[in-house]
């Protein structure tokens, strides 16, 4: 899950199936890095999604061509040394929702790709005392941590994955199917008909879950709070949860719709592992550059420092290929579109291309974010007091977890999300800490650490007209590593350099919309039919030959 975990959607191969029944061309082998014209498809875009499609494009025979506007590829799913000899996970950091059919349709394997499963996975030390919370995928192990808290929680955490398992397993179809389109099920055409019929398959399984239909629905509406105080006493564990419900998302895990996400918690995979979560060898640009082999290696052509200036589109409102900002014209059957919706609709094509009352449904999309990436190099293996370092100094098993700080309590979180409401930075900021490193031993100098730190919530707008300038920024991130400190003494003093990414740097360099990591709020009403919009769910465009293949479009990426 971006999560800024990763998945990679599936809504990329439905585009290509929906591209290939409109193109006919025969397979280029030339996929030699010289521009050409003319392709059947264009990607805008090398983020993961972009090259997704482009893969599958390439695979199934047309001549396709990617465009990227940065000199790397990978979108939020990229590497980059920013301090010499610590190679950051920059924006995406954790891997679990990437799909195994892209996976083995892409062979990410053979193309380079090597992951390390982490368990443990999930660590959240108790500030001020001896105790910590470990999570992994062995459940007596689980029971024993748990227990330390609360015994009865200890029993039902169990039950509880289990019955998130059947949950998730009644929804996870709609993952890879587009949403149903009710015009075209009214429609006279038997081929609309037919290509409905499976997307409005897995849409009915949802509601053969039978008499747990009622708690699917309670869980996908409620408060992830509701939900996790039915179950559970202790709060360290309910808020360690209800962080996973509310990252990356302006709300708190009181308000209504925070529940859904804890499906997350167990819908992914990695290396055949139901909700397992990896750290990818070289960082999250090594998933990024095995998709982009695997496209290169089905003959696509791929560009940086190509940045995209709009899309061509003929009298006839059909796309007919893409302007570079240089001002090079390249004709394309199809153009396919990874950025986010805002900036595929209103920017990259002439106001007068769509119908007004269709511009204002984009307009309206809320990319809210609460989001501020800090990527910190150190000296020195972080030490928490809760399980002291050994005096080797090498990793623990908590190190490689997902570790959560200021997460003691739900009421801290809610907290948080309040001050930020205001235009306030948080006095003590959501903060979930990775140490790749801890596993990769190629990211990292020899006994140096890289520490990835997804904090919430900041907002955009601060209160009084401030901006994150490097004042605002450097008290944020002071703010931030004194949190730490009291988990973690001497956290400070190993601090070689960091990484600072607010609100406004994810918008400008990773062309996040909002800075927000999801292409736009995953709130219920932007999900499903209403992703991007309710009037064109999908990948579905309102001009012929323009296909959205990024986050913004169902399925999502989380």
């Known amino acids: 899950m971006f999560y800024i975990a990763t998945s990679l959607k599936s809504s990329s191969c439905k585009c290509v199936a929906r591209i290939n029944h409109v193109i006919a061309s025969s397979f280029s082998q030339d996929s030699t890095s010289v521009l050409k014209a003319e392709y059947d498809a264009v990607v805008i875009g090398a983020g993961h999604n972009g090259l997704v499609s482009a893969a599958y494009l390439a695979k199934s025979g047309l001549r396709t061509a990617v465009f990227e506007r940065r000199h790397v590829i990978g979108g939020a799913a990229v590497t980059e040394e920013m301090i010499p000899g610590y190679k950051f996970s920059r924006a995406s950091y954790v891997l679990s929702l990437l799909r195994p059919q892209i996976y083995k349709d892409l062979e990410l394997k053979k193309h380079g790709l090597k992951v390390y499963v982490r368990d443990p996975n999930s660590y959240t030390p108790v500030r001020g005392s001896n105790k910590s919370l470990l999570m992994g995928n062995d459940a007596r192990k689980n029971y024993q941590s748990i227990a330390q808290f609360s015994v009865q929680d200890a029993k039902m955490y169990c039950a509880f994955e289990k019955h998130l398992e059947k949950l998730v397993s009644a929804i996870e179809p709609l993952l890879d199917s587009q949403p149903v389109n009710c015009a075209k099920l009214n429609s006279f055409s038997v081929k609309d008909k037919i290509t409905s019929v499976t997307s409005l398959r897995a849409l009915v399984k949802v ?272 703010r931030v590593f004194s949190c730490i400190e009291e988990y973690a003494p001497g956290f400070t003093d190993s601090i070689v350099g960091y990484d600072h990414l607010s609100p406004p740097d994810l918008e400008k360099i990773f062309g996040l919309t909002g800075g927000n990591i999801f292409h736009g709020s995953m709130s219920l009403d932007q999900l499903y039919f209403g992703r991007p919009t309710s009037s064109y769910s999908d990948t579905r465009c309102p001009v012929e030959g323009m296909y959205l293949c990024g986050s913004g479009a169902h399925p999502v990426e989380i």
């Open 207 to 478: 509601g053969m879950v039978g008499k747990d239909f009622p708690r699917l629905y309670e869980l996908i509406t409620a408060p992830a709070s509701k939900i996790l105080d039915k179950w559970f006493d202790s709060e360290p564990l309910k808020a360690t949860l209800a962080s996973d419900a509310v990252i990356g998302a302006m709300t708190s895990p009181y308000f209504n719709g925070s529940g859904y996400v804890l499906l997350h918690h167990v819908m992914g995979e990695t290396e055949g592992i139901k909700g397992a979560w990896g750290n990818p060898e070289g960082g999250m640009g090594a998933v990024s550059n095995a998709i982009a082999k695997s496209a290169l290696s089905h003959g696509a052509s791929i560009f940086t420092e190509k940045p995209v200036a709009k899309l061509v589109v003929n009298s006839n409102k059909k796309v007919t290929g893409i302007m570079l900002e240089d001002g090079t014209h390249v004709k394309a059957k199809a153009v396919l579109c990874n950025p986010t919706p805002r900036v595929t609709y209103l920017d990259l094509l002439e106001k007068n291309v769509l119908p007004e009352e269709y511009r204002k449904e984009v307009d309206a999309i809320d990319y809210t974010s609460p989001v501020t990436k800090i990527n910190v190099a150190v000296n020195k293996l972080p030490d928490f007091t809760a399980d002291p370092n050994g005096l080797d100094s090498k990793p623990l098993p908590h190190h490689g977890c997902t570790i959560h700080l200021n997460s003691e309590s739900m009421a801290m979180i809610h907290e948080a999300y309040n001050q930020a409401q205001q235009g306030d930075i948080p006095h003590r900021p959501l903060i979930e800490m990775t140490i790749p490193s801890s596993l990769d031993p190629t990211i990292a100098p020899a006994g140096h650490h890289v520490c990835l730190l997804f904090t919430q919530y900041t907002p955009y707008h601060l209160k009084d007209g401030q901006t994150w300038d490097e004042k605002t920024k450097k008290v944020y991130a002071d």
